[in-house]
């Protein structure tokens, strides 16, 4: 049965009372009532507090997984000239000027950042621009330094050169000066100095990471790795390279083997399935032509928990060619025509690429091999290049410093791979990572990402409940306490439910909150997919709470009327006179069949908003190919909750 429940509290009343997730539940919960002797003696019980002896997230942290600044051999190529300093001072809330001397702050601060900076040349391209002495020392890398100083197209052809040598595109061999153990060893060991003057346990938590990039024949198989523990952990073995190898199970073996000499723990994350052309989430191993074996299947399970589904290169949520029947599939630019190679892009790969096809696969694997490689979790990040965390449509700053604001940014080029062109408006001003964590620490966080509680967004700061079980009710669809209802019937985001028993049904119950600077909500929707009787994976898009719910319902054919659109896109301006503040439902399956395994997520649509291109022809008094949109409808995906019977 679907609920659709258009609650009545509006505006901060409704914001305060819902992002608390608890307030009112003294009378409805034991051990958070008062009895009648307490009422009238005034002595409190332990437990009185609504909030006493939870050991369950209460609140939903920001931030991005995904930060690279002049350290990183690509963005300072392109001239970046901010380091991790300034990147974490933006992230907590401070004003910065952008490497082309804007003044950038954010609209609120995160709550945590990663630096991952690529771990291949850690800061070395920084080192051949200042002309270090000892680097200088071998003929290729002075000649590197010379032309790059000379400016212009000469520079850009040199920095190109230092680039593809290091992404293993050109056939030349790195300067063995380049990874001396000592030059390596003593930009790591400022990274982390710096990582660690800047965590501040409650307040602000600086993640230490990197990005591992492999890049073979142009495929995207890139890992962000993140660390648990401090600098002292982190310090005892250098970042695994690309250099070392392109494979990703001998990045799992470095994880292992840092695991092993630290005793603490770190975890990986893919991104940017769509410029892999078919080797993100594969069948065939690549590296050994053969089927997956179980053992990398295990081994994928245990040390990539998640996918970061949409960020600035391109949304890896879903793609309308393989969800035909989602209108909602493929966000934006998908930026799905070929990898950085180039190799085009043929319509077989991208079964291989996108998110939810993976999560199907998974299912699909499960059932042969026991172990489902592909049961991740979901965040969003920027992958920006900028050093500025900045995923607000108002306030982009785009890929990489030759795409900071500008009159020209949208229509020059961001990219170009062999003849496949990305024009600057193709960039995405996404995403953010919500952790639902028990308090702002870099330990907290780091749990509550291998539990996989945690969500993506395109960019807003959406809040949003997701559970699973099989004891919720509509009426809890009445409640303002969805954490504590959620948490107490059911599984998380993350989660797995227990196997049905006879004649039961699992429902959901799933609660979103727009964000108090963005728009109202359009709509939550669960996706399931599933693997029936005979090996075959499907899928199915349930709209299960909308905005102004009163006057729009389903038409016969069960399809949700558009919301409608309130945007200026001369003005670049929007009313929230459509949609809805805030949505929450409890759905019961009503196609489940208890022998086959599926998943289930959730996806949070917002009304129509201007994108951020309609922010800069406003700003810059542009009129841009009326190919540009103007419009966006920002999402949330939250982590899949998991059946098998």
């Avoid at 990986?268 to 399935?273: D, F, I, K, V, Y």
């Amino acid at each position: 049965m679907i609920s659709s429940i258009d609650l009545s509290l509006r505006g901060a009343l409704g914001l305060a009372l819902l992002g608390l997730a608890g307030l009112a539940v003294a009378a409805d919960y034991p051990g958070v009532r008062a009895s009648e002797d307490d009422v009238r003696t005034g002595i409190k019980t332990p437990g009185y507090s609504p909030y006493a002896g939870r050991n369950f997230p209460t609140r939903v942290l920001w931030g991005d997984t995904h930060v690279h600044t002049n350290l990183s051999l690509d963005a300072r190529a392109f001239g970046v000239t901010l380091g991790p300093a300034e990147a974490y001072q933006l992230a907590r809330g401070d004003e910065v000027i952008s490497s082309h001397g804007e003044r950038v702050k954010l609209s609120r601060p995160l709550d945590w950042l990663v630096v991952a900076d690529h771990s291949d040349a850690m800061g070395t391209m920084n080192e051949i621009v200042k002309g270090n002495p000892t680097l200088l020392r071998d003929a290729k890398v002075r000649d590197w330094h010379d032309r790059i100083n000379q400016g212009g197209d000469v520079a850009l052809a040199a920095t190109m050169e230092v680039i593809s040598t290091f992404a293993g595109l050109t056939g030349e061999s790195i300067p063995d000066i380049l990874e001396d153990p000592k030059f390596v060893g003593a930009v790591w060991d400022r990274y982390l100095d710096t990582a660690e003057s800047y965590n501040d346990p409650g307040r602000f938590s600086v993640i230490i990471g990197y990005e591992w990039t492999s890049t073979e024949g142009g495929n995207n198989l890139h890992r962000n790795v993140l660390y648990r523990g401090d600098g002292s952990d982190a310090r005892q073995m250098l970042p695994f390279t690309a250099a070392e190898s392109f494979n990703p199970e001998d990045l799992w073996q470095w994880m292992a083997a840092f695991e092993d000499r630290t005793g603490s723990q770190v975890l990986a994350l893919a991104h940017n399935g769509n410029l892999s052309n078919g080797m993100m989430f594969p069948e065939i191993n690549p590296a050994t032509g053969r089927a997956l074996s179980k053992q990398y299947a295990q081994n994928r399970a245990r040390w990539e928990p998640l996918y970061e589904a949409t960020q600035i290169k391109g949304d890896g949520e879903s793609h309308p060619y393989l969800s035909p029947n989602d209108e909602l599939a493929g966000y934006d630019a998908l930026w799905d025509r070929s990898n950085l190679g180039p190799v085009k892009k043929t319509p077989d790969m991208l079964q291989y690429e996108y998110a939810r096809e993976a999560l199907k696969n998974g299912l699909k694997l499960e059932q042969k091999l026991g172990v489902n490689p592909y049961k991740f979790g979901m965040v969003g990040s920027t992958d920006t290049h900028t050093a500025l965390s900045t995923a607000e449509e108002d306030n982009f700053f785009g890929k990489h410093s030759g795409k900071e604001p500008g009159a020209h940014r949208w229509d020059g080029l961001v990219g170009e791979f062999g003849d496949t062109k990305i024009f600057g408006w193709e960039m995405l001003a996404s995403g953010y990572a919500a952790v639902w964590a028990t308090e702002n620490t870099r330990e907290a966080i780091f749990d509550a990402m291998q539990r996989k509680e945690v969500y993506a967004t395109t960019g807003p700061r959406i809040t949003l409940w997701f559970f699973g079980g099989y004891e919720f009710e509509d009426s809890d669809a009445r409640a303002r306490t969805p954490g504590v209802i959620g948490y107490s019937k059911g599984v998380s985001m993350g989660g797995d439910l227990a196997p049905a028993e006879e004649n039961q049904s699992p429902s959901f119950l799933v609660a979103a909150l727009k964000d108090p600077l963005g728009g109202n909500l359009d709509r939550i929707q669960i996706i399931k997919g599933w693997l029936d009787g005979k090996g075959k994976t499907h899928e199915q898009v349930y709209d299960v709470a909308w905005g102004d719910a009163d006057t729009r319902r389903p038409g016969s054919a069960g399809t949700l009327p558009s919301v409608g659109n309130t945007v200026d896109v001369a003005n670049a301006s929007w009313t929230n006179t459509i949609g809805d503040p805030e949505l929450i439902a409890v759905w019961k399956d009503p196609d489940f069949d208890p022998g086959q395994r599926a998943f289930y997520y959730a996806r949070v649509v917002e009304i129509p908003t201007p994108r951020w291109t309609a922010y800069d022809a406003k700003r810059y008094g542009l009129t841009m190919d009326q190919k540009v949109p103007m419009t966006t409808q920002e999402r949330a995906y939250s982590s899949p909750i998991w059946y098998a019977p």
